[in-house]
């Protein structure tokens, strides 16, 4: 039997965040990871980059140590409006190794769990298992970070009800082998809103970001040309319903895009593995669809392919587990402050809709923070969860789920954890 201070079910954000934390802290721990890297919505799904959010410096401990490692592969930049999570996606899954290796963080890859045992209100282990082997993990401490609450489905903790509809997943991918100077020369000429195109020269290496949705909430400079596309059979109307483009740090000539956005006649569930196949095949052919269309439509892309597609979905919300509290969207706009805050952020209520002139983005009028009793579980009281099947509403989840908080969140488990187990 192998045993454990922490057992991390889950090497997401808020997964990695919490075992290197932990081990920093002295305890003994283990990142059970279903993949063969760490990082989760970073290096699996192409989430880059970070969003940015006001952290105050509240547990960002392991976002700091992040950034600083990453920038001794080239692979960090921070843009010129202040985010420095700009981070390149392949570089992250060495730096995750390195800082896992530097804490003492024990790691088992391609590993899920499949069973648990328990006794009363607490769970005394698990069991994990690879293609060839089984294993029991016994630990003093559990915390599901699996992103869908995996843990907490086979431990049969308490799942909160989904009653909103679902949010469109997307596929995001990479295209490479563009003149960027070209592209970057048309796009901030062809677009004149600073809030949606900008452009920088970072350590000599041009950078940019542009966007384009079928919401008529702005006047968005490239929507003509979607719709010529449109009307051409280029692309389709749902291919258009939500474009994003970023610059990748280490990696000249390539641009990372934050769609498609997986447009379905009925909601998909993340968690059903038919919907989710056949949402991939949907997306890949919609990402065909797109680079079709930037190749013939945006100078600079002449000679550009497609150089990766991620191998993850990119899931918004799933499941959220009921913990002491469940935090709510008055929560959110409420402001209300915490002795010990496990995070600090403004991020807005961000809801992602299948339907046009839909979705949701609502800023805050003041910022908000979160108490611990979100990620400790009402069920077993050795068991945590962090990252987004965090015990939150709907609406408060959409606010939550961005990748700095994420990371807050572990940090806070591992803190939290450390902190009993000293006294």
């Not at 090497?11 to 990142?31: P, R």
């Not at 080239?74 to 899954?93: H, M, V």
């Not at 009653?163 to 796009?187: N, Y």
């Given at each position: ?15 990695i ?5 932990a081990a ?28 940015k ?12 140590d ?9 692979g ?8 420095q ?43 994990i298992?690879?293609?060839?082997l ?12 699996t ?6 489905k086979?431990?049969n903790?308490?799942?909160?009800e ?6 469109p ?42 966007a ?13 040309l979607?719709?010529?596309?449109i ?16 610059t ?12 498609p956005?997986?447009?379905s ?20 052919k ?18 550009s392919?497609?150089?990766n ?13 009921e ?10 706009l ?12 403004d ?6 809709s ?32 962090a ?19 994420c ?6 488990v591992?803190k ?8």
């Amino acid at each position: 039997m192998h045993k454990y201070d922490l057992v991390v079910c889950g090497g997401g954000t808020a997964g990695i965040a919490a075992g290197y934390i932990a081990a920093k802290h002295g305890l003994k721990t283990l990142i059970v990871e279903k993949n063969i890297h760490l990082g989760g919505s970073i290096t699996s799904a192409l989430v880059i980059p970070a969003m940015k959010s006001n952290t105050q410096n509240i547990n960002c401990e392991f976002y700091n140590d992040f950034i600083n490692e990453l920038r001794e592969y080239n692979g960090q930049i921070t843009y010129a409006d202040g985010n420095q999570g700009w981070f390149n996606p392949e570089l992250s899954k060495i730096a995750f190794d390195s800082m896992m290796e530097k804490a003492g963080c024990d790691i088992l890859y391609d590993t899920e769990v499949t069973d648990a045992q328990t006794d009363k209100n607490l769970v005394k282990s698990i069991i994990i298992a690879s293609k060839t082997l089984s294993l029991y993990i016994e630990s003093l401490y559990f915390l599901d970070t699996t992103g869908d609450g995996n843990l907490s489905k086979i431990l049969n903790n308490k799942i909160l009800e989904n009653k909103e509809p679902r949010q469109p997943m997307t596929l995001r991918f990479h295209v490479s082998g563009i003149d960027m100077k070209k592209f970057a020369d048309w796009i901030m000429n062809f677009d004149k809103d600073r809030n949606v195109t900008t452009s920088c020269n970072i350590e000599n290496q041009i950078h940019l970001s542009t966007a384009c949705t079928w919401d008529k909430d702005r006047n968005w400079a490239l929507w003509p040309l979607f719709e010529d596309a449109i009307n051409k059979g280029i692309i389709r109307e749902s291919d258009a319903s939500y474009f994003q483009l970023f610059t990748i740090p280490g990696m000249p000539g390539t641009v990372s895009l934050n769609c498609p956005r997986i447009v379905s006649d009925k909601d998909i569930d993340p968690i059903d593995m038919f919907g989710k196949s056949i949402a991939l095949m949907t997306a890949r052919k919609q990402i065909w669809r797109l680079y079709s269309f930037m190749k013939q439509y945006f100078p600079g892309f002449e000679e550009s392919y497609i150089s990766n597609i991620a191998d993850m979905l990119g899931v918004r919300e799933s499941r959220r587990v009921e913990c002491l509290k469940v935090y709510t969207k008055e929560d959110i706009l409420s402001g209300e402050q915490y002795a010990n805050p496990v995070l600090h952020a403004d991020y807005p209520i961000d809801i992602h809709s299948y339907k046009k002139d839909s979705s949701t983005l609502q800023h805050t009028k003041v910022d908000y923070e979160l108490p611990i009793e979100c990620l400790k579980s009402a069920d077993y009281d050795n068991l945590y969860v962090a990252g987004r099947n965090v015990s939150a509403d709907f609406s408060a989840q959409a606010a939550l789920r961005i990748q700095t908080s994420c990371f807050s969140m572990g940090e806070a488990v591992a803190k939290d954890i450390a902190k009993i187990l000293r006294t």
